[in-house]
């Protein structure tokens, strides 16, 4: 018996399986060593009433799970999440609706509900009163701690006899999935670089051949304001003008999340939420797209061999953020190497902020990526697993190059991250 | 003391399991009503080797004062080796006043003199059991050891049940006191007696774990 001494972790789990699978309390497995002990005195001794002691042993017993096996009627369990997505790191509130009807005793029953890895908190508890088991509503928060979509269930409740020998798991309904999305971590702000104005400039100034200074005037038209009219211009054409509006561009961002599998642990490939240095890098990715659609960009997530990850976010949306992060909870490493060609993707244009998260970055990796920095307007390379040479290599060519640390401050990688360059220009 | 039970639900985890305290305070009354009626039907068989008399009601008496005093004991929250020394205490007070009042101090207290008379009344008594012819008419000696022996018993049986919660462990010993007659005089199985043991036994451990149902409803609505 583990009484006081807490036994190792597999004793424990082999003893918790082998009650889930033992019909008999602790009492009952008793009566029954007791009831058989005394029927085999009884023949040794020769005493005639420990037949009777044994037998009512043995009865008590059979008494008691016969009552649970041919009493108790079971119905159907629905779950809701609320809310229905969580972050990893972030909590849901899950109501669980089961219908059950009981015979005997069946005064108090045990439920609970089984949660997968990456999913904590306490789904246990207790139902009382025969009309609390006919419609029961049992709610619990669980505490998501690894992203991916995770199977929830079944829902057990566990009976005992009147006289508490037997005892029997009921499994009821199946299993629920409930999606748990990478977190979304709050990046600070771009102070050098903030997408409604300088950024802007950077890339629609390169894109569309003008600049927000460039006017076109237009005659004016009655209900136009009397402020937007343009003198000089009218001066020039003998008629009042007016500023035609200021083109609007939004300016575009691209977030690279290098899936390629050499670059991960195997883990990271099998199954979401494994490899922590990968979760990381999800984390990292889906926190800079917020961050970058906050500043005013549109931004893709890409893979490295140009790919789409997830839907494109507008600028500003943050349910497209959630949405994308949705995309991205399910996403595994995996298929080959072509961070070598991501400048490539970039050739001939002039993209906005390119954020390229990725691990196992060589010096040589560092330098086949130096081209892409004259084509963006901010590279950021957060690198992970990576050597201090590769991304010095890489901030020697312009990149803002941080490692990105598993468990890590992601806050703090990206700071160093966007501030790296502006000390690199300053020496 | 031993892990019962109680624990074992506790360490199951869940934040709404009583703790044995307050699983303690739960249908005591019950439960000492179910362990008094159980001690009865195991001693009634006794009654066909010792021949009924006043050691019986005096015994009787002394165990409802006992259980009595532990219903009172726990409704005050005392400690259960409290609660359990306390009926200890109690019942050789008893046993003294009942049969050794013209030696004790103060009627309870045992003297030197009382505890020199014990070798003489286990002797008589012993010589008695090895000696007589059932039904023995309980004499003093007889009657001392008796009364004692079925007070131990209750004593136990409370720390067993109402403590330790463990109702299965009590059934043994009642069953091993049950079947005393059975083993010192041989004859055929009295149906009667084993229907009534039963149903004591029964009762008793439906008491238990109807008292136990019931903390867990009460920390339920808490």
Redesign the interface.
């Given at each position: 018996m583990p009484a006081s001494a807490a036994p190792p972790a597999r004793i424990r789990r082999l003893l918790t399986a082998a009650r889930s699978v033992w019909p008999l309390t602790l009492r009952g497995t008793g009566a029954v060593v007791l009831g058989a002990a005394a029927l085999v005195a009884a023949q040794a001794f020769g005493v005639p009433e420990l037949v009777y002691v044994g037998m009512l042993l043995l009865l008590l017993v059979l008494f008691g799970w016969v009552s649970l096996w041919f009493v108790h009627r079971y119905g159907d369990v629905s779950r809701s999440f609320a809310p229905d997505v969580a972050a990893v790191g972030h909590e849901s509130t899950v109501t669980v609706h089961a219908t059950a009807r009981t015979g005997l005793s069946g005064a108090v029953a045990r439920w609970t509900d089984r949660l997968p890895p990456g999913v904590e908190g306490d789904a246990t508890g207790l139902v009382v009163g025969t009309a609390a088991l006919e419609r029961m509503r049992l709610t619990y928060r669980i505490r998501a701690t690894r992203r991916g979509v995770r199977e929830i269930g079944p829902f057990v409740v566990i009976v005992t006899d009147p006289f508490g020998v037997t005892r029997r798991r009921h499994r009821l309904g199946g299993t629920e999935a409930v999606t748990i999305t990478p977190a979304v971590i709050a990046l600070p702000p771009l102070t050098e670089f903030p997408g409604e104005a300088g950024g802007s400039l950077h890339t629609a100034t390169h894109q569309l051949g003008e600049g927000t200074d460039n006017l076109i005037p237009r005659s004016y038209a009655p209900g136009d304001s009397m402020r937007r009219i343009n003198w000089r211009a009218s001066a020039h054409h003998d008629e009042l003008m007016v500023r035609q509006e200021e083109q609007e561009s939004t300016p575009e961002a691209t977030v690279i999340l290098d899936r390629s599998a050499r670059r991960w642990a195997a883990s990271a490939a099998t199954e979401p939420g494994t490899d922590p240095a990968f979760e990381a890098a999800v984390t990292a990715a889906v926190s800079a797209v917020a961050r970058l659609a906050r500043e005013g960009y549109d931004v893709s997530v890409i893979d490295t061999d140009g790919s789409s990850l997830g839907a494109p976010v507008p600028a500003g949306d943050s349910l497209a953020v959630e949405q994308l992060s949705l995309d991205l909870a399910t996403v595994v490493a995996g298929g080959e190497d072509h961070l070598a060609a991501v400048p490539k993707l970039f050739a001939g244009t002039v993209a906005g902020p390119v954020v390229v998260v990725t691990a196992r970055v060589s010096v040589a990796d560092a330098s086949a990526l130096a081209p892409l920095v004259a084509h963006s307007a901010l590279p950021i390379l957060l690198a992970a697993e990576s050597p201090d040479a590769a991304l010095t290599r890489a901030g020697a060519a312009g990149w803002r190059a941080a490692a990105l640390v598993p468990d890590g401050d992601l806050a703090d990688a990206w700071r160093t991250a966007s501030e790296r360059g502006t000390t690199r220009a300053a020496v | 003391m031993p892990?019962s039970?109680g624990s074992?639900a506790r360490r199951?985890?869940?934040?709404?399991m009583p703790t044995r305290a307050a699983l303690a305070r739960s249908g005591d009354v019950r439960l000492a009503v179910a362990l008094l009626l159980a001690v009865v039907a195991a001693i009634l068989p006794l009654l066909r080797v010792v021949a009924a008399g006043p050691w019986l009601a005096v015994g009787l008496a002394i165990v409802i004062a006992v259980l009595g005093a532990g219903i009172a004991l726990r409704r005050l929250r005392a400690p259960a080796v409290v609660v359990t020394l306390a009926e200890v205490v109690l019942g050789g007070a008893l046993v003294t006043a009942a049969f050794f009042g013209d030696t004790a101090l103060l009627l309870v207290i045992p003297s030197p003199g009382t505890i020199a008379e014990l070798p003489a009344i286990v002797s008589g008594a012993a010589d008695q059991i090895v000696t007589g012819v059932a039904p023995l008419v309980a004499e003093r000696p007889l009657s001392v050891v008796a009364v004692a022996a079925v007070v131990i018993l209750a004593v136990l049986l409370d720390h067993t049940v109402i403590t330790a919660r463990?109702?299965?462990?009590a059934?043994?010993a009642l069953?091993a006191v049950?079947?005393i007659p059975?083993?010192s005089v041989p004859s055929t199985?009295d149906v009667l007696a084993?229907i009534v043991f039963?149903a004591a036994?029964?009762l008793l451990?439906?008491a238990?774990?109807?008292s136990?149902?019931r903390a867990?409803?009460r920390?339920?609505?808490a």
């Open positions: - | 892990p039970e074992r199951g985890g869940t934040a709404g463990m109702p299965l462990l059934a043994v069953a049950w079947l059975a083993l199985v084993f039963a036994v029964l451990i439906r238990e774990t109807r136990r149902e867990l409803v920390s339920a609505a």
